[in-house]
């Protein structure tokens, strides 16, 4: 896969399931994927902002690599937020902590789970094997 297509694929998901949501999503969103709204939102609101700024960092690797870049920064950015996330989710999956929420909001964190890691991997791979 080309590391141009794998930072695209990132940046639409990080904008649609992850940034917008956690920025501007009102309370209803939630209760709608039956995921408990955080109360005080702040901080949910403050993580949405720094999902964001990734994507400024995505955007710019994309642009980097389209221009015959290595693309880097933002690959190492992905690979580290993205596996992190990946470590999180998995773990409280794992443990159960989505477990009393509603199927969609189970299902929304699974996806986010699986996407992460499919990003990570992805990152590695398309940058290993870009050409050079």
Known sequence: MKLEKVLLVKIVLTTFL???????????????????????????????????????????????????????????????????????????GILGNWSNWGILGQLYMWFSAVATLALSVGLVVAYKTRPK
């Open 18 to 92: 992850w940034a917008g949501p956690l920025l501007v999503g009102p309370p209803v969103l939630f209760s709608f994927l039956n995921i408990p709204f955080p109360d005080p939102s702040q901080f949910i609101r403050l993580l949405g902002a720094a999902y964001v700024a990734l994507i400024i960092v995505y955007w710019c690797g994309y642009r980097e690599v389209g221009s015959g870049g290595s693309g880097i920064v933002a690959v190492r950015a992905g690979v580290v937020s993205n596996g992190l996330a990946t470590i999180i989710l998995f773990y409280n």
